[in-house]
Structure formats: C-alpha cells, structure tokens
C-alpha cells in the first residue's frame, strides 16, 4: 500500500509555509491563524492555563474561579448559602420538609423532657435517704409509664422526622438531576469546547449525590439536636437559670468553631470534588477509547494519570479529616469545661440552698446533653457543607444562560427553502479567538443546489457546516438561510430541516431501528427500509439475526466503519431535509459500496440544498458548484469544468489525486498478488517518469512545480514505508481475500449476558482492603477506644458527685466537688486530642483506601479483554460510575465508619459492664430489648440490601445514558435529539426514585422504633431500679451509674442502627469491586507469560473461525486462510461488515479465535507475550482516537520509555506522515493540546498525528487506514 502524503510546500525563513497560486488571487501564507481546523480549541501556553475571551466574556480556562466567568467555568471553590441549597424544592417538598423540621423538633424535646423525670427521681431518692416518707415503688411505676409515652412519641415521629426528609431530598435530588442535564443538553456547543464532557458527567452523577445526601435525613438529625439544645436550655432556664446561664455563657466557643469549620471542610469538599471529576473524566476518556489503549500497551501511562487526580483528591480529603478532627476536638474539650464549671457552681448553689440535687441534674442534662448531642452532628454539618460546595457547580450549571439555547421556543419558524449564504463571515472559536478561522468568507449556495467545498485539512470547511447548523454564532458577517439572518431563525425548527452525516458517525447504544429514527421520530417502517436501501445498508440489516431490531452497541461497537457510516446516511435520508450537509459521508465505506453510496446520495441532493465535504476530490465532479476554501476565505468558485480550466488551485488538488489512484491502478492491475518492495520500487519509477514526461509537455509553470511536488511527495512516501516490514491495509485489492472472508449469516442471536447477582463478601475481607493502612487504623482505634471511654467516665463522676451531694459537711461536699470539676476538666483535654489523633488518622486511612480501590478497579477494568467492553451492562458511563460510586461507599463499612464504629462500641460495652457491676438485675432486663433492637435493626438492613442493588442499577443505567449523550453532544445537537435522551434519562431515574421512596418509609420506622424502644428500656429499668431500691436497698450512686449506662447505651444503640444502610452500600459495592478483582480475563494484557522475541512479520491465517462475544451465533470468519510474507503489503478488501476488521482485531489479539489459528513467524499467536506482540504491531483506526494531551505526548503514546526517543524522532515520524509543517506554524507547536478526542483539530490532522504514532514504534506489522486523508 502507498502512504497518502499531502503536498508539502518548502519552509520559508519566516517559519511559514508557502503554496503558489493561479494569477488574480492573493499569494497566502499558511500562518498559525488558519493552519489548523476549524474547530474549538482551549488555550494553553507551556502548561499554564492563559484566560481566553468567548462572547465578549473573559473566560479563565483554569481551575480557579473568577468573577468573570459567567458560568464557563464549573470548577471555583465556593459555595451556596444555606436559603439557596433548597432553591430546587417543590411545594410539596416544602410541605414535607416543614412537617419532617416539626417532628425533628418535638423528636429533639422529647429527650429534655425525660430529663425532668430523671431529676424527679433523683430527688424522690434524696428524699428517702433524708428520712422522708414516700412510695418510691409507686413513684418509679409512675416515671416508668412517662418513659413509654416519651417512647411512643419517639416512634411517631422520629418516623415522620427521617421519612418526610428523606421523600423531600430524594425528590429534590430527582429535579437537580434532571434540571441539570438537562441545561447540560441546551448549552451553546462553545460551552462544551471549554468543560470536559467526562467532568459534567462525572459532576452530575456524583455531585447531585452529595446534595442529596446533604439535604436529606442529616438535616432531620441536626433539627433534632438543635432542638434538644433549645429545649434544655430553656428547661435548664426554669429549673435553674442561674446555672444555666453559666452553662451556655461559653456556648459561643462552641458554635463559633462548627461554622467556621463547616465553611472549611465545604471549600476542601468543593476541592476534592474537582480533583475527582478530573480523574473520572480521564477514566471515560479510557474505558471509551479501550481498544488505542491496549493497542498502544499504555494501561500503566493511564493509569499513573489517572492516579494523579486520585492523589489530589486524596490529600484534600485528609485535609477534611483534620479539620473535622479539630472542630470535634475543640467542641468536646469546651463541652468539658462547661461540666467542669457547671458542676462547681451548681454545687456552690446547691450549698446555698437555691437547688436541689435533682434541678442540678435537670439543669445539667438538659442544657449539656443537648449541646453533646449538637456536637455529634460533625458528620452532619459536614455532609451539609459538603452539599453546599457540591451544589455551588451544579447550580451554577443549571443557571448558565447559553450563548444559542438549542431548546428555546424563541425565534422565528419560517419555511427552510435551503437558500443559504456567508455574507464576509469572520469567525474564531471560543476557546481560541486568537487564531481565526474564517476571514470575509462569502459564498452563496442557491435553494436545491449542491455546493462542494475543498481544500487543505484545517482551512475552514468543516466550520462553514458548524455555523449552518448554528453550533456557533459567526463573530463578524452574518449567515443568512432564505434571505433571513439564522440568529433570527428558532434553532431547533432549524436544525428539523437539516441533515448531517459526518466523517466519524456517531450511532447510540440503541438498535439500527431507533438510530435511523432519530433522523426522523414519526417515520414509519417501509420509510426506515426506504432510507436505508438509499443509503445501501438494507442488505446487511437484513441478514443479520434481529434485523432492524439489532442493537449497535456503544458508539456502534457491534458494527463496522462502513455499516456504522450507512446507517447515519439512512438516519440522516429519512428526515427528507431541505438541507443536507455531508462532511466526508462515504469516508468508511468500501468502492464498492461508495459508489452506490454516492449515487444514492446524488440521488438524495435532487431538490434539496446540499453542502459536500470532500477530501476526494472524485465524489464532487457532479457538484452543481465548487468552492475552493483557502485561509478562511473562498479562493475559486465555480464548476468542475470551469475550475479545471482554470488550472488553479482546484486543478493541482485533482492532478494530485489523480496521480495517486492512477499509482494505486497500475499496482493493481500489474500485480494480483503480493509484492516485494524492490518491484515496487521500480513500479513507482517508472511511473513517476511516464508522468513527468506528459506533464512536461505543457511547458507550464504550474505543472513543473506540480511534478516536483509529485517527485517530492513519492520520495516522502518510500522514506515512510520502509519503516514497516509487513503492512495489512483495508483500501484497495491487491489479493483476491473476499472469497475467504465470510458473509453473515441468518441465524438467530444469543441473549446477551445479564450482570451476575453481587456476592456479599465476608467483613474479613473488606477489611483486608485497608491493610497498609492497619497501623493506622489500629492506633485510630486505640484512640478511638479512648474517646469512647467519655459517656463511662461522666456516668462515674456525676455518680460520685451526686454522692457527695449526700454529705453533711459544706466544706467536704465543696471540696470533693472542686476534685471531680478537675478531673472533669482532664477528662475532656484528653478525650478532645484522642479524637483529633484518631480522626486524622481514619481520614488517612480511609481516603488511602478509596485511592487504592479506585486504581485497582482501573487497573483491574484494563485488564479485561475486549469483549468485557462490548457487553452492554460495561458501557463507559455505567463503568464510571462504578468506578467513582463503588470505591467511596466501601468507606461505610471500613476505615473512616471504624473511628465513630470503635467508640459507639466502646461506650456501649464500657456501659454494660458499669451497669453489671453495679446491678445486675438492670443489666439483664436491658439485654432483654437487645433482641427487638437487632429485629428492627436486620428489617432496616434487609430492605435495605434490595432497594440499594436495585437502585445502584437503574442509575447506572441512567448515568450510561447521560455519559453517552454529553460525549456526543453534537451529534445530540445535530439531530435535535436533545429531548429524547433528556425523556430517557428522566424515565430511567424514575426507577431508582420510587424505589428510594419506598426505602424511605422502612428507614423512618426503623429509626422510629430504635429511638422507642430504648426509652421503654429506660421505662423499665426505673421501674425495676424503684423495687431494686425498697427490697435490696440499692443505692442512689449505683442506680445513677446504671442508669446513665443505659441512657449512652441507647444513644449507642441508636447511632450504630443509623451506620446499617451505608453498611449494606458498603457490603455491596465492595461485593462489585472484589468481583471485578476476582475476574480472570480470557486475554490477560498484564500477563508476563510468553515469548518476547522479535518478530519477523510472517503472518498466517489457518481454518480461523471467530464469532464476537455478543453475538455468539452470528459467524463473521469461516476457516479464513492467508498467508502473508515477511515485507509485503496486503489490502484486505470486501464488503463492510465482511470480516476485514476483524482480522486486524485478532493480529491484535483483542479477541481469541473461536477454531483455526493465527500464527506469526510461524508460532501460535497465543504463545507469545501480549505486552511484547502489540508492541511490534502499528495501527491506524478508521476513525482514529487521540486523548487530551499535547501532540507530543500523542505521538509517543505507543511508547514505553518516551525519554528514549529524540526530538528528531519525532519529527522525523511527522514528516513521513505529512503533519510536520503544520505542527510547526501552531503557537505551541508539538505542545499544542488535541482536546477531547482530538476535538480541536481536523480529521485528516488526527489521522496523520495517528499515523505519526504507528510510524514512530517502528512496527513490524502495519495496519492502516486513510480515510480521512485529502
């Protein structure tokens, strides 16, 4: 096969590039303002983000935020205000929000209230021991019987409190999302030139998350502690405001530390997001360019990338733990210092007789168990905070006016005759305006006509099709369709009448069918099959299993180039458009079906305004009128003829070209077989001279340079090819291999796999996750233990100091009361630094394991063979939000969970063992309601084990179709679909929320009840402590050490039934991950086994058969046999969908054979080492992949050890690839970033960058194709 290079003109000393031109038109340099292609760009000068201008509007392209950015930018650091989080609540929500805060509230007072009966019967046993006469018995049955009211209250509406939250998040959640995407769909096409698709995906499936998680039942719980807070401050008013008064004097301390930490740990929130949107917009880019990647063997590059981000996010999460550990530690020692100072003064006013005993203890448990329990709310302030940073984006989003609103009813709907015109259009992208890409174009393309535009690569074609279809606004000029300026025209009733195909079809991860229907929703069947024999693509549809029912795949995976480019012809065709736009509509298809193709689509143009784009020049000859398109501006006009007569620039573009088929011809009829490379040598010889001698004959001038170029350009190519050894191409037939590669045949498809249920793994193993990190972890603990020793150590002092009350003497009661204020003072500086040390480090811990589990589920996702990526349920959106989902839940059963985990546990089994040593008898009637605590404790886990499996599935469904549609927001645009896939979207979140609904009401019963029944406990066990009391004389110290027992131990009881839903989250994704660890790949591409020779590049195909993992009974090869010599080229050729391919695939050992083999140098391809293979093999796709990265890193993206290979290297890659001199003429050069997917530069530019890549490797095997190529 012959490398296509394009004619490069001499360098000039200025470092611009020169071509001639016919007389009567302007000598223009190829300067860096029009070098590249028209399409969006995103500035960047030696790696530092430089602000760039759109719309009049400064935008700053980096991470920080500026006032300035009008809503470009999605990645500041701030946050909403607390009014501004709820801006998305319906009436409803309102609704249940006030009646969730009102029962919040009264579930909050509730808890005071019990305190009033506790000081009660506090001072009915003073009373006793003073010698008073009373029915203690009858007095405990009474406070036993309150405790059951305060418990059926608790019931009531602690259920309210957590059900109505929950409803009124989870519906919130369901309108941001839905808001969100869709503003996300109606954004201007500039917007997405400067926000990575990948981000705003990753951003709306995580960020919408943390807002609901904000906004939801955390919100319930932190009323209900405000309210207790309030509620005993204002008991602790009546029963004692002095002391009171005392209490809440250092209250500011404590409030004063939660907001300036909750302002904090919201901008580190608003940090790590950041962080891990970058990663998760990398692990797309990956999962959706898999097969460049294990081509180019650069798992471990994507990887190291990907860890970057994760690394980011990971020190911003330990910066969160710190904070947080502070705030806490800070808030504990302060609460500490209140009881130190609360109990001395109480005791001081109990000694002046102002109190009693039991008011002390009112005043006291009122007043600092509602300020404890406000300080437990840590983790509710912080997910709040968290919510608020989260939120800022997303709202920020939804809010963006766009620049042209593509879902607006605004505009004028006027008939579309397709009389269009470019009236001295300027034009610059968003992201780039320095470089301008249009310069006074003007060209008028009459109502039924067709117009062809040609020229270089990157000189404005592509850019006249985007302002047609007003992705873009022109910045100076106008377009005018029928005489109206298009601004003036409704953008969707615009873009109905327009039909587009490119040269890099875009299909949905739908059936053939529903694809060819996007171009037209009301069409009907026999207009679906009419559109697709127009477009030739009826017969391969026929003859597959389901027909036009056959899904296509992600991106059309299932389907070849040629097929998939068929098909968005058919879906194009049948929208009959006024206008159609063919921007390289035949480029993936085979001659033989180009030919009917093209004729179809000759046919197609009749009667309706069509714009061709066309790097061959052959498809364009029956134009009604051509346009030559050079630095931004219309350089000749006019039809074939005329334009050939002219002997301009149209002219030298078809002498080029036809040089190059006639090349191709002569090999093709001179040789049927294989060919060395000295025969073509002398081939390529002799026929240059033939050509130079009829060219010469003119005597022109145009015509010498024209043979020198071509003398140049052969030259160019022969230093190419020899680089290779072996070249498998897929363009023109060289040998007779149709008759060998099979047809599809019509037999029936096999149901795709379904995902496997999840394995619940043992606790054992989720905790092996953590390993590095037990010494952590273990010292977290131990910390931990201490910080939960708190609730023991208050029972025992306060029963000390309530013993001292007992004493007759003032001064040895005030004495021992000083000690235990000291030793209350101890207690709470020891405790506040047991808890920084051991939130700092389960952050460490924690966010380590969330790094380690997201690059071992990349890694791990790398690894599988191709066909795991062709399943439907692998999708790219739903592996990203698994990737992100999956890792961060993990976190609910380990490390950060094990810090609050190890202290409620600590507290219960510390209070347990109090409250046996002091009585028995209590103890043994609270373990008595241990087992209804488990029941509602394993309903809330069971239920909630089904609701989160099944909701985590569906939204990964929706979040694959929100992937699909951001990624290909043009083509979305194009074909107006932007309602459909918002409409599917919306219907796929209505799964996951009614079955959240539904979770919502068992989370508020069991909360409910776990809140009731440790108040009947607590009944029970005064009632108990009341008979204790008259039969055995239990004293008034071990009863109150009891009792405070069992009250922690309920608070106990309480916080470790709330850890259960994200326990089972947590069982279950890390159920998903091991799974995803388990899997052993057919292909293993990390495997170290297998021969690593050199090879040759022999290549044989033996009796191959082969079927694709997703449809198992359609055969694509049978018993293919070839056998292809070291240092030969060979065309695979045949009809799309034949099998060509495929063959390609299995060189690359993407896929094993299913019968037969394939050998290289005569050795079995599976013996050799997978890593070592593909690095000896160069590949250029059809529709050739680039990742956002300078060209540079581009190039060397193939390379292992990219310091090995110089600079003349790379250039020298790019010379024999023809893109040399116009990396050159860029501002940054081979620093110039590619963007998405190569989205800022031409077709034919990515293809030669592509090629540059192959070449620079050195292969020994060289697949290639160059379709986009002009």
Excluded at 508 to 518: E, Q, T, Y
């Amino acid at each position: 096969m012959t490398e296509e290079n394009e004619n490069v003109p001499p360098d000039n000393t200025d470092g611009s590039v020169s071509i001639d031109v016919p007389d009567g038109y302007e000598n223009k340099a190829y300067t860096p303002e029009y070098i590249m292609e028209d399409v969006p760009r995103k500035t960047e000068v030696n790696g530092n983000n430089v602000a760039t201008e759109s719309n009049g509007k400064v935008i700053d392209d980096g991470a920080s935020s500026s006032s300035n950015n009008e809503g470009n930018d999605l990645r500041s650091q701030s946050v909403v205000s607390v009014s501004q989080l709820f801006r998305y609540a319906s009436t409803t929500d309102w609704v249940f929000m006030f009646f969730a805060s009102i029962s919040a509230c009264i579930n909050g007072v509730l808890q005071p209230v019990s305190f009033i009966i506790f000081g009660e019967l506090i001072n009915d046993f003073v009373d006793e021991d003073s010698g008073k006469t009373i029915d203690l018995n009858k007095e405990m049955e009474k406070f036993g019987i309150y405790y059951v009211y305060i418990g059926l209250g608790a019931i009531v509406f602690g259920y309210f409190q957590n059900m109505l939250w929950l409803r009124a998040s989870i519906n919130q959640a369901f309108r941001i999302r839905t808001l969100a995407f869709e503003s996300i769909l109606k954004q201007d096409i500039g917007f997405f030139d400067t926000n990575d698709a990948g981000e705003l995906s990753s951003r709306l499936a995580d960020g919408v998350t943390k807002v609901q998680n904000g906004i939801g039942d955390k919100i319930g719980s932190l009323q209900h502690a405000i309210a207790m807070l309030v509620g005993g401050i204002i008991i602790g008013f009546i029963y004692g405001w002095k002391l009171t008064l005392v209490i809440i004097a250092m209250s500011p301390l404590l409030f004063i530390g939660a907001f300036a930490t909750g302002k904090v740990i919201g901008m580190i929130t608003s940090q790590e997001q950041t962080s891990y949107a970058k990663a998760g917009s990398i692990a797309e880019e990956v999962l959706s360019s898999i097969r460049t990647v294990v081509a180019f063997g650069s798992e471990r590059k994507e990887i190291d990338r990907y860890r970057v981000n994760l690394k980011d996010a990971e020190k911003a999460g330990i910066r969160k733990g710190l904070s947080t550990g502070f705030a806490f530690a800070l808030f504990n020692s302060t609460l500490f210092g209140c009881m130190a100072l609360g109990f001395w003064y109480g005791g001081t006013l109990i000694g002046d007789g102002e109190i009693n005993a039991g008011d002390l203890l009112i005043v006291f448990f009122s007043v600092m168990i509602g300020a404890n329990q406000f300080g437990q709310v840590g983790p509710n302030i912080e997910a709040f905070s968290s919510a608020r940073g989260a939120a800022y984006t997303i709202f920020k989003l939804i809010e963006r006016k766009p620049v042209i609103d593509s879902l607006t009813d605004a505009g004028e709907k006027t008939k579309i005759e397709g009389d269009i015109k470019f009236v001295d259009c300027q034009f610059s992208y968003p992201s780039r305006p320095d470089i301008k890409i249009l310069r006074g174009l003007n060209l008028n393309i009459k109502p039924g006509t067709t117009c062809a535009l040609v020229g270089e690569s990157g000189c404005g074609k592509s850019t006249t099709v985007k302002l047609i279809q007003r992705f873009y606004d022109a910045a100076g000029g106008r377009v005018q369709i029928d005489g109206v300026d298009i601004k003036r025209i409704n953008v969707k009733h615009l873009r109905k009448h327009i039909g587009v195909v490119s040269q890099e079809p875009v299909l949905f991860d739908a059936s053939i069918k529903k694809n060819i229907l996007m171009g037209h929703p009301e069409a009907t069947e026999d207009m679906v099959i009419e559109a697709a024999k127009n477009a030739n693509a009826h017969d391969f549809i026929s003859k597959l299993p389901q027909g036009y029912d056959t899904n296509v795949g992600e991106g059309g995976a299932q389907l070849s180039g040629g097929q998939k480019q068929r098909i968005a012809i058919a879906r194009a065709l049948v929208r009959d458009p006024k206008i159609l736009l063919l921007d390289e509509a035949t480029s993936a298809l085979d001659t033989g079906s180009e030919a009917i193709v093209q004729a179809a689509l000759d046919k197609a143009s009749l009667g309706r305004t069509t714009v061709i784009i066309a790097h061959r020049l052959s498809t364009v000859k029956n134009a009604d009128s051509i346009a030559v398109v050079s630095a931004g501006q219309v350089s000749e006009l006019g039809s074939h003829k005329e334009l050939m007569d002219k002997r301009g620039e149209y002219f030298k573009l078809v002498m080029l070209q036809n040089f190059e088929e006639q090349e191709e011809e002569e090999l093709n009829s001179e040789l049927g077989s294989v060919i060395s490379e000295s025969e073509r040598e002398e081939i390529i010889a002799r026929k240059m001279m033939r050509s130079l001698s009829q060219l010469s004959n003119t005597g022109s001038e145009t015509d010498q340079q024209l043979v020198k170029e071509l003398i140049d350009r052969e030259i160019t190519h022969r230093k190419s090819i020899r680089r290779v050894k072996s070249t498998v191409g897929t363009q023109k037939q060289v040998s007779k291999l149709d008759r060998q590669l099979s047809q599809t045949k019509e037999v029936k498809e096999e149901e795709l796999p379904e995902d496997e249920p999840v394995q619940i793994p043992p606790i054992s193993r989720i905790l092996k996750l953590n390993a590095k990190e037990w010494p952590y972890i273990v010292t977290g603990i131990f910390f931990s233990a201490i910080a939960g020793t708190m609730p023991v150590l208050f029972a025992i002092i306060l029963a000390e100091i309530l013993q001292s009350f007992a004493e007759n003497d003032p001064q040895e009661m005030e004495k021992k009361m000083e000690f235990w204020a000291i030793m209350f003072m101890v207690i709470g500086l020891v405790i506040g630094v047991a808890f920084f040390i051991a939130q700092y480090l389960f952050a460490k811990a924690g966010e380590a394991l969330t790094t380690r589990l997201r690059e071992m589920a990349f890694t791990s996702l790398l690894r599988q063979e191709i066909g795991y990526f062709d399943l439907p349920q692998h999708s790219t959106g739903a592996l990203s939000a698994r990737l992100s989902a999956d890792a961060s839940a993990v976190q609910g059963a380990t490390s950060t969970r094990l810090n609050t985990l190890t202290q409620v546990v600590v507290t219960g089994l510390s209070s347990l063992i109090v409250a046996f040593a002091y009585s028995w008898q209590l103890s043994l009637l609270v373990l008595a309601f241990v087992p209804f605590i488990a029941m509602f404790g394993a309903i809330q886990t069971s239920l909630n084990t089904s609701f989160a499996g099944d909701a985590q599935k569906k939204l990964s469904q929706a979040g694959a179709i929100s992937t699909e549609a951001i990624m290909q927001i043009r083509t979305v645009a194009s074909l107006g679909k932007e309602d459909f896939f918002f409409d599917k979207y919306k219907s796929l979140l209505m799964g996951p929320t009614q079955g959240s609904r539904k979770g919502a009401h068992i989370y508020g019963i069991a909360y409910g009840f776990s809140i009731g029944v440790m108040l009947f406990s607590n009944g029970a066990c005064f009632r108990l402590g009341g008979y204790l009391a008259e039969r055995d004389g239990l004293s008034l110290s071990s009863i109150v050490k009891v009792i405070i027992g069992i009250q922690f131990g309920a608070m106990t009881a309480g916080q470790v039934a709330s850890f259960a839903p994200d326990y089972v989250k947590a069982k279950t994704a890390a159920g998903r991950i091991l799974a995803l660890f388990d899997r052993k790949p057919a292909i293993d591409s990390y495997s170290t086994e297998g021969i690593k020779n050199e090879i040759k590049g022999d290549i044989t195909f033996t009796d191959v058969e082969f079927t694709y993992p997703t449809r198992q009974n359609v055969p694509i090869l049978q018993k293919l046999n070839i056998k292809i010599p070291r240092g030969r080229t060979v065309a695979f050729v045949g009809a799309s969908g034949c099998g060509k391919s495929t063959s390609v695939s299995l060189l690359e050992r993407f896929y094993e054979v299913a019968g037969g083999e394939v050998l290289i140098d005569d050795i079995p391809i599976k013996d050799y080492n997978i890593r070592a293979l593909r690095s000896q093999i160069g590949i250029v796709q059809q529709e050739p992949v680039l990742f956002d990265r300078s060209i540079r890193d581009n190039i060397l993206y193939g390379i292992e050890d990219p310091s090995q290979i110089t600079q003349e290297q790379i250039e020298e890659a790019c010379r024999n690839s023809n893109i040399h001199h116009v990396i050159m003429n860029l501002p940054n050069g081979y620093d110039t970033k590619v963007g998405d997917k190569g989205t800022l530069i031409s077709g034919g530019q990515k293809q030669r960058i592509a090629i540059a890549r192959a070449l620079i490797r050195n292969p020994k095997i060289f697949d290639r194709r160059r379709r986009f190529l002009s």
